[in-house]
T-cell receptor, first 112, second 115 residues
């Protein structure tokens, strides 16, 4: 079946560096993608989203890039801070198929 | 505006027992979805309730059930607990059905441990 996955289960970065978290998806019919952040002891929180008719969207210190040719989604975090340490999930929605999938998550460790 | 509230936060049960978890959505939200989160399987969709009706269901055995009340609060029940049911159970609420994602917000979860 269709799936959403992540290339790296764990990513360690130095405070102040930029982080890139990747996600591969297999459903070419997906319309909408979301990145979530989950801190220890909390539920996932919405970070940023992007529609399939876009290839880039920027937020505050975060940028999401969508490459539909290779079915790849990435989350870039600028000037990573200790508070960014969390597990990051991508999610994929295909409206016509009523499908809403979550990836398995990447843990981001920010070293001081 | 209060967020999604899940109770209890932590629960320890014995194999064979049953458990009921509660979720109060954001005021005005009519959809509540439930997920099971484990380290090995990630976020697995259990079911979605919208206006007191189950709209979607994931691939879980019949021991997992749920319901939604007229005030949109939802409960999920797991009967005959197994060790493998130990997980973080998350609920999320939204104004419309979940794939519309308008304001899709998660609670902090209930950590269930089965011993």
């Amino acid at each position: 079946g269709e799936s959403v996955g992540l290339h790296l289960p764990t990513l360690s970065v130095q405070e102040g560096d930029n982080s890139i978290i990747n996600c591969a998806y297999s459903n070419s019919a997906s319309d909408y993608f979301i990145w979530y952040k989950q801190e220890s002891g909390k539920g996932p929180q919405f970070i940023i989203d992007i529609r399939s008719n876009m290839d880039k969207r920027q937020g505050q210190r975060v940028t999401v890039l969508l490459n539909k040719t290779v079915k790849h989604l990435s989350l870039q975090i600028a000037a990573t801070q200790p508070g960014d340490s969390a597990v990051y999930f991508c999610a994929e929605i295909a409206y016509n198929f009523n499908k809403f999938y979550f990836g398995s998550g990447t843990k981001l460790n920010v070293k001081p | 505006k209060a967020g999604v509230t899940q109770t209890p936060r932590y629960l320890i049960k014995t194999r064979g027992q049953q458990v009921t978890l509660s979720c109060s959505p954001i005021s005005g939200h009519r959809s509540v979805s439930w997920y099971q989160q484990t380290p090995g399987q990630g976020l697995q969709f259990l079911f979605e309730y919208f206006s007191e009706t189950q709209r979607n269901k994931g691939n879980f055995p019949g021991r997992f059930s749920g319901r939604q009340f007229s005030n949109s609060r939802s409960e999920m029940n797991v009967s005959t607990l197994e060790l493998g049911d130990s997980a973080l159970y998350l609920c999320a609420s939204s104004e419309g059905q979940r794939i519309n994602t308008n304001g899709y917000t998660f609670g902090s979860g209930t950590r269930l441990t089965v011993v």
